[in-house]
């Protein structure tokens, strides 16, 4: 019952016979390889772009601060949601790899409004030289909240950074989670829309570290190439990033293990409900958010439910507080039901 986090779970067996294939024999380094270049042709048809740029790093926050910097200067100021990856859980990459480029964070939750973002923007660059100027806007999809823009949504917050001519950044850690609970193509949640650049993510659904990034302008390639490079993401045996992506893309393994940790994720939050629980988010995706007392949670954790609490966890067994809930795609049926056995147990008491 380990809910911590979809980063914890297994490598499903068919990235690791990949990796094992990748192993024989010799293959020329920093992705000059045969299986890199076969597997960024498949992100492109995957994306219905013939001629974007494709690019494979190890680490989300490589992707997404290597991305940013190729897309903005020293002192510009990328626009994001106050719960954003890049503001809360990347300890200034953002910042360091752009050269100083600062974060504007746009007023709300994790769902930004077209309205505030614009307000957001519409705040910055009238101060001359003295203030930042307006660099690029970065959406995240599913969002750290466990919610999920809908495509409508998503346009009108591409609409607006296109209203100032600024680029659109999509943060994909989740992006298969996001596509399956849209029900639509990586195209359509991505440069369809208005997206720029987009981070293709694979650790949270089940690879062992390798995320795509994807440029749908190639005239960003040589920049981004000289900033992997500079920001030690060029690996030298770069196949085994590649092996890992194209036993993802095989088959389309990439929205079933993401429908997998989605139908999970429902299964929790139609299980908590019926508990009379409240449930903080929408839970469209693999998050679920819900709000329960502290005594229940401390008593499901002694029995082995693995989780995080979102905010105080100190208090009296009254004091009521959130709750987050990860499925990945290794988490059964078995597992979801304990885990609702035990809070039932604790409900009913």
Known sequence: MNFASDNGGPVPTQVLDALARANEGYAPGYGSDPLTSEVCDQIRELFEAPEAAVYLVGLGTAANVLALATLVQPYDTVFCSPDAHIHMD?????????????????????????????????????????G?????????????????????????????????????????ARFANACVALGCTPAEMTWKLGVDVAVFGGTKNGLMGVEA??????????????????????????????????????GDLWSKLALRANTAGQRLRAGLQRLGLEIVNETQANMVFFRAPLGLHRAVMAQGAVYHLWGADQGGDDTVVTARLVCDWSICERDVDRFLSLVAAQVQA
């Open 90 to 130: 990347e300890c200034n990459a953002p910042e360091f790899y752009t050269g100083g480029a600062k974060l504007t964070l746009v007023p709300g939750s994790d769902v930004m409004t077209p309205q505030a973002l614009r307000t957001a923007i519409e705040g910055e660059e009238n101060r001359g030289v003295h």
């Open 132 to 172: 930042p100027q307006r660099g690029a806007v970065s959406i995240t999809n599913v969002t750290e909240g466990g919610n999920v823009y809908a495509l409508d949504q998503m346009r009108a917050l591409c609409d607006v950074a296109r209203d100032f001519h600024l680029p659109v950044h999509l943060d994909g």
């Open 213 to 250: 990034v994807i440029f749908f302008d190639p005239k960003h390639a040589r920049e981004f190439e000289l900033r992997r490079k500079r920001g030690a993401q060029l690996y030298s045996k770069h196949r085994y990033l590649a092996a890992q992506m194209q036993a993802y893309l095989q």
